[in-house]
């Protein structure tokens, strides 16, 4: 009996087996079709499919999704308020399903509905964080800044932890443009978990290449740090300052930085090397009066001497007495023997004397002693550089041009340096009147019109080439007197052009000759000596070939240097009235405007 | 007021226009600048080039030289005027009367692009306003002569930058500042409030005025009065999807230029429609070296307005592309004039209509002198192409606005 029961039973499973995989089969197809309705957009298609497959499965959350999601595209609220209501009656409890009613009302237009929803869901698990934030990420989906924030807020007070969601409130804020919660949030974050600085750094970043950004920063900053004294807080403020190159004020907080921190010296070492030379010789000096750690005095020094160097640089006048500055330089090597930074710094000693203090003899003992060392190795080609340079400063020509044909035998001297050397090269050959070996030596350069020296070189090239025959002997006189130049020794150049001038009296050379002199006059501060050079050239030459090169040089005197604008502009307008086809039309152009105020 | 009289009434300069032209755009400022002054300017149509025929003043020929821009002194002007106005000769003098007032529709915010009209009128010292949203909706287009649109987006869309820029602080900006614009101008949405705009420039131009506009703000416009009051924006534009109806809903009846288009409803495509030729999307390979168009000739005497849309002094233009680069040929309403197209091609690039008692003109692309211009580029120096072609047909929309409306012929 069992055993025929059992007969009848096993076929009837089986069918049943069979049916229901059949049936899921059918339910797949079916889902997967209504998905590939929604795909191409024919909604009304997938409604029917969704919905019939409901009626077979109404607690499907895959089918209840998909014919939400497609009641939205159509638009269709009413209907899809309705889905969502029958499934919450299942689930009266459920965030998520309370969280996408409330957004469905509020696409609807029932905003009213919506919060009352979004606040009912947020009352009943009052007390768990996570239903703060799903219901602040659908406000945030529909771009409700505003009241995800107050959703993050009142999740903040309920749970009674004041700086709780402050990543996220930071960055809705940001969103916002609200620089100045922004940045309270971000210093809750950094007050919380100080290893969190640098990722601030990047979340403010965000908004402090923008002024108003920048300004509220640092204000919150500013107010905040006055009320905590905290140390991470007055590193961000000193990152602010230096992303508003506010300098001076930043170096204000990196001392009380240092001072806080007891970094020995490394809060302000760091800080002089990101900012400008002037702030940066400050905290040198203040770094080499304050306890440091004892690797960072050479530096510091250095430093102090490199700023001085730098600053003297771009001013007319020497701010830093360079005997002060080399002191500083003699006391690193001496204290550092045999180092990297001692060797750096008599190189430098040996700069300050060739370029600034014209003592060539102690800039090249200084050069030769380097030279011996095993450490200069590295620096060797431009020491040779600048050996050869003093000679020629030094009015040794022959001893120069050894010198940089030794520096070009270096076989790993990079392609710069070795166009510089033979530049160099050609200008001595230049001065020293071989004008072939000098064409020969241009035209190498000449040939690589990438290289920087290029320019020069077919200069110097044309030039030679169009007086050597002609005016060979005043062009030797000429060189000279450019090498003079070069020595800065400008009353014997002023005597041998006044020499061309009177020995080769119908010189085709003589109007590069009143060029020259103007030049002179100018770098003498000679102003009106200098323009009655060029004067003299454009009334003895009217048509020569530098005339446009001398009436813009009156101009920029008048401009720049007698700040007689209203001269200038004539001396300019008449420029462009007599050279518009000239290579310094943009730029006489450009002047004028500049003079006139206009807004270019 | 010495240096304001001319040497005698026989004497003018005349500004070529032609190759010999040092600074062609400068020269269109020195032509603004001369009617600012109130000295005479006489447009010298497809005379070498459209030249400038102007009264002889010493003030004026040092302000060619200062700005770089060739002139010729002529002793007796009146042998060319009469070459020019001679009955078989295709060339014809206009005379322009006041400098137009110029209104730039650019947002307030920054974007990190250019836009090829400022940097004209910038180059060209031309003087303009910028207006936005607030001023159009106030009414104050009217106080203008001429109104240019650039890389704008009329359909809400965001300029349908959301696939590559959606997470770039820009485009966010950008978003949320247009929103708080919308809501401050009583509008529930962006695209609603950006239709609004549209409408407004659309009465400003059947009252009388003259637009001008390139790029995406060609065809986004014209969407955008096909699509008053229905929803083509996608949820990340304004929150809920677009009509399932919209491209049946279209009424191209509303349009300036085009009809019969298909909207580009995928909002990760950077495209607002089939009007585009080629479509942004994929970037289309072509040689920048061989891509031209070419201007179409009119009758100087007969069709004076499109004649002066189109001085050059080439005929044959470098193409440059944009996110509109050029116009589907058979999208473009009947009546309307072309003024420019890739020969042998169905992209126009430059076109001309009239609405009510104003004008417009559309012009494909977005830099003339930058093949593709993309997010973030620095803007062209112009310093570097003062002879631009591409720049001469923006800057004959500003000076065409001036002209002193005469008798027509027909």
Redesign the interface.
């Known amino acids: 009996m069992v055993q025929k029961i059992f007969l009848w039973i096993l076929p009837i499973f089986f069918y049943i087996n069979v049916f229901s995989q059949t049936l899921q089969q059918e339910i797949q197809n079916r889902f997967q079709l209504a998905q590939q309705f929604e795909q191409i957009r024919n909604f009304e298609q997938a409604i029917q499919i969704y919905e019939t497959l409901l009626a077979t499965d109404s607690t499907n959350t895959l089918f209840i999704d998909g014919l939400h999601r497609c009641y939205l595209q159509l638009k269709k609220y009413p209907l899809a308020i309705q889905l969502l209501q029958k499934q919450l009656q299942r689930s009266p409890k459920d965030v998520a399903l309370l969280a996408r009613l409330g957004e469905t009302y509020f696409l609807s237009g029932n905003s009213f509905v919506a919060d009352s929803l979004w606040q009912k869901a947020l009352t009943s698990s009052s007390q768990n964080q996570n239903v703060y934030r799903i219901i602040a990420n659908v406000q945030y989906q529909n771009r409700l800044f505003d009241k995800a924030i107050q959703t993050y807020l009142q999740g903040r007070k309920t749970l009674n932890n004041p700086t709780l969601f402050s990543k996220e409130l930071a960055g809705l804020y940001s969103v916002m443009m609200d620089y100045n919660s922004a940045t309270q949030e971000y210093i809750l974050l950094l007050l919380q978990d100080e290893r969190q600085l640098e990722f601030i750094k990047t979340r403010i970043a965000f908004y402090t290449s923008k002024n108003e950004g920048l300004v509220s920063a640092l204000s919150v900053t500013e107010k905040k740090l006055s009320e905590t004294n905290n140390s991470t807080l007055r590193r961000l403020l000193l990152w602010l300052l230096i992303e508003g190159k506010n300098y001076e004020q930043a170096f204000e907080v990196a001392k009380k930085l240092e001072e806080q921190t007891h970094s020995s010296g490394y809060e302000i070492f760091n800080f002089a090397q990101q900012v400008t030379n002037t702030v940066a010789l400050q905290a040198y000096e203040y770094l080499l009066k304050i306890e440091t750690h004892p690797s960072l005095k050479p530096l510091a020094k250095f430093g102090y001497a490199k700023c001085s160097e730098e600053i003297n640089a771009n001013n007319d006048t020497s701010q830093i007495p360079y005997q002060k500055i080399i002191t500083m330089y003699r006391s690193v090597a001496e204290e550092y023997p045999n180092t990297e930074i001692a060797l750096q710094s008599k190189y430098r000693t040996a700069i300050i004397f060739s370029q600034n203090l014209a003592d060539y003899d102690v800039a090249l003992q200084i050069i030769d002693s380097l030279l011996l060392l095993p450490k200069a190795k590295q620096i060797f080609s431009s020491l040779l550089s600048t050996k050869s340079e003093i000679y020629l400063m030094k009015g040794n020509i022959n001893e120069a041009e050894k010198t940089f044909s030794q520096l070009l035998q270096i076989p790993s001297l990079g392609n710069q340096e070795r166009n510089e050397a033979r530049l160099q090269l050609a200008q001595i050959q230049y001065y020293k009147g071989n004008f072939d070996s000098a064409s020969v030596l241009l035209q190498t350069l000449v040939q690589d019109l990438r290289s920087d020296e290029a320019n020069d070189a077919l200069q110097l090239q044309s030039f030679i080439e169009q007086y050597k025959t002609s005016s060979r002997q005043e062009l030797q006189v000429y060189a000279k007197a450019e090498l003079c130049i070069k020595q800065k020794k400008y009353t014997e150049a002023v005597g041998m052009l006044d020499e061309i001038e009177k020995e080769f009296p119908n010189s085709v050379l003589l109007e590069f000759v009143f060029l020259k002199k103007g030049e002179i006059f100018s770098l003498l501060r000679q102003y009106q000596n200098a323009i009655t050079h060029y004067q003299k050239l454009l009334e003895v030459y009217p048509k020569g070939i530098v005339c446009e090169q001398a009436l813009f040089r009156i101009g920029k005197i008048y401009q720049n240097n007698i700040k007689n604008t209203a001269k200038s502009i004539e001396v300019y307008e008449q420029f462009l009235s007599q050279y518009p086809q000239s290579i310094l039309t943009d730029e006489v152009r450009k002047q004028v405007r500049i003079l006139r105020g206009d807004v270019l | 007021m010495l240096a304001l009289t001319p040497l005698t009434a026989q004497q003018k300069l005349l500004i070529p226009m032609d190759a010999k032209q040092t600074n062609h755009l400068k020269a269109y400022g020195i032509a603004y600048w001369a009617l600012e002054k109130n000295i005479e300017v006489d447009w010298m149509l497809n005379y070498r080039g459209g030249s400038f025929l102007v009264n002889n003043i010493p003030l004026l020929a ?1 302000e060619c ?4 821009v060739l002139y010729e002194e002529l002793a007796d002007y009146t042998k060319i005027l009469s070459e020019v106005n001679a009955e078989n000769s295709n060339t014809e003098s206009v005379r322009l009367e006041k400098p137009p007032k110029i209104a730039v529709y650019v947002p307030k915010n920054f974007k990190p692009w250019d836009d090829a009209v400022t940097l004209a009128l910038e180059y060209a010292e031309i003087p303009y306003t910028k207006i936005w949203d607030d001023e159009v909706l106030q009414g104050k287009l009217s106080e203008y002569d001429w109104l240019h649109l650039h890389h704008e987006d009329f359909t809400g869309q965001y300029g349908k930058f959301y696939a590559s820029q959606h997470n770039t ?1 820009w485009y ?2 950008q978003q ?1 500042t247009y ?1 708080r614009k919308a809501k401050e101008l009583g509008f529930k949405k962006v695209s609603e409030e950006k239709n609004a705009v549209a409408q407004a420039i659309k009465t400003y131009v059947a009252n009388g005025g003259f637009m001008f506009a390139m790029c995406s703000a060609t065809d986004s416009y014209d969407i955008a009065l096909a699509a008053e009051g229905i929803d083509i924006c996608d949820v990340m534009f304004d ?3 677009p ?2 109806n919209a491209q049946q809903k279209l009424d191209f009846t509303k349009t300036f230029a085009f009809q019969n288009f298909t909207l580009e ?1 995928n909002p990760f495509r950077y495209e607002y429609s089939d009007i585009d030729n080629p479509q942004s999307e994929p970037v289309p390979i072509r040689d920048p070296s061989t891509d031209y168009f070419t201007l179409f000739d009119f009758s100087a005497k007969y069709d004076p307005v499109p004649t002066m849309l189109i001085q050059n002094h080439v005929n044959i233009v470098k193409g440059f592309m944009g996110q509109t680069t050029a116009f589907k040929k058979n999208l473009i309403k009947p009546g309307i004039i072309i003024l420019g197209e890739r020969e042998e091609s169905d992209e126009v690039k430059y076109l001309h209509g009239n609405y009510g008692r104003g004008t417009f003109t559309f012009y494909g692309g977005h830099d003339p002198e930058d093949y593709q211009h993309a997010v973030g580029d620095p803007p062209t120096d112009l ?1 570097l192409h003062k002879n631009s072609p591409g720049y001469r047909l923006i800057l004959n929309n500003i000076l065409f606005p001036a002209a002193k409306k005469k008798q027509q012929k027909t």
Do not use: S, V
């Open positions: 040092n030289r200062i700005r770089g602080q966010n900006e949320l929103e929150g809920d999807p009509d399932a409803t310093n």
